[in-house]
């Protein structure tokens, strides 16, 4: 006997999730075919008004994370609640295996296009206004291509706050109050459903960009109509196994697909991290599937481990070197042809004992003393979650004086210092890098040393002992006036 649609079951006059994901998420399959057949019972003859009212039923309906704060249809719920008669039954029924329409996408995407206006409101429930008209915006502000050299404007504007060292001051989708924005092949990697994926595959979900073996500068997204909807993702499946600890899944993609473990989403520039990056950055190292994740991938034969960021040119050994793990930054460096010496500098000037000497956060500097806070302003967190700034852009652009950025003072740990004092020994200790470097600030590592709260002394005897630094902290001096002996002290 078929299953009988009750009331509740077609009940649209509700404004929750629409009918079709709910029953989507039904573990019983008939109430997604009886409901679909009902669809298609009513929708063949109805007026034109009428069906555009009954596509809650449709196997093709959706919520739109801009506006409900969930980018949902009910295929990416069928595999989200992991049941795989579902996702046949819907694919079957028509529903776009892609997940999510290009339109959603790219709106999405343009809340991570570099030089938006911060004016423009992209964190409230709403949609973006069109691409090309915010790539007007950044175009008027000289940024010519999404993936061109930082400009002087840029650079001066990271002055004003308290931005990341490898990435822009408002980081793209930190206050975002919506889910991001993904297509079903990248919900499938997340859960690790390798059979429901590759019904997706054969079912035709676009993974073009995916596929693309990218060597040197990143693939600028078209501006045109008709990009491929794989370009329009801010990830990839490859990132979302990484992130989610899918060591099957990776393989899968990796070798059984085809996918490139050097992708990096081109709607996305300043964030563009490629997968040994994302994974080292964004990635819960303590998690076990993470860390076979990441193994699996350093052994992909067309993995390329000098492979940098668009934009801010960060090497994968810069992010390790951020995370003050002396084992994983000596361990990734094993795997590299040159060692820490492949690292070089970023687009900012730093250095990999720049980057090991930077202050956490804002809340981590000497901001009583003048001289460091005109003097400093980046941070070495990875975390996209901290505000750096207490409102919201632009209003970040208008302090007055340090002390309006972070929160309470927070000085170096012992486990801190001691992190520190081993990861400055490993990269010492190689040799290959400049202590005398400045970045774009005018800052070498012994300025961001002497401005941290509660620095390890020993650290800074480590540096100024060698030969090279032999009288940098008395004379060179940074955009700012200043010399590392005249910012330290609290």
Known sequence: MSYQLTPDDIDNSRDDEPLAIRAAKNPNPAVLQALLAYYNEISHDAPTLRRHNLERYSPNASVSGAIWGIYETPLTAAIRANLPHNIRTLLNAGADPNGISAFELSDYAVRFIRGRDPKIDTSSFAHCPPRATVLASAQGKGITAQTAPLTAAEIEERRGGFPRFWTEPNVPAQRLRMNAALTALEVAAGTGDVSGFDALRAAGADESAWLTEEEGEMVELSEEAGEAVSALSTSSPVHQALLA??????????????????????????????????????????????????????????????????????????????????????????????????????????????????????????????????????????????????????????????????????????????????????????????????????????????????????????????????????????????????????
């Open 245 to 490: 600890g899918r060591v099957d899944m990776l393989r899968h993609l990796l070798t059984g697909c085809g996918y490139s473990p050097n992708y990096r989403p081109r709607a996305a520039p300043t964030v563009a991290l490629p997968p040994a990056s994302f994974a080292i950055a964004r990635c819960d190292l303590g998690k076990p599937g993470v860390q076979q994740c990441l193994v699996e991938l350093l052994a992909h034969p067309k993995l390329n481990l000098n492979l940098r960021t668009p934009v801010f040119d960060v090497h994968v050994l810069h992010f390790a070197a951020a995370r003050h793990d002396p084992d994983l930054l000596g361990w990734l460096a094993g795997h590299i042809p040159g060692g820490l010496k492949a690292a070089g500098t970023t687009a900012l000037g730093h250095t990999l004992l720049h980057i090991a000497c930077l202050p956490l956060t804002a809340d981590q500097i000497v901001s009583r003393n003048p001289a460091v806070a005109r003097s400093i302003h980046c941070a070495r967190t990875l975390d996209t979650a901290w505000l750096p700034h207490r409102l919201p852009s632009p209003l970040h652009m208008r302090f007055v004086s340090p002390g309006q950025l972070g929160g309470d003072p927070r000085p170096m740990s012992e486990s801190e210092r001691r992190a520190l004092r081993e990861t400055v020994g490993v990269i010492l200790e190689d040799g290959g890098v400049d202590v005398r470097a400045q970045d774009t600030d005018g800052n070498t590592a012994l300025h961001y040393l002497a401005g941290t709260l509660n620095v390890d002394e020993e650290v800074v005897r480590m540096v100024r002992g060698l030969e090279v630094a032999e009288g940098l902290w008395e004379r060179v001096r940074n955009e700012a006036g200043f010399t590392p002996e005249e910012l330290w002290g609290e």
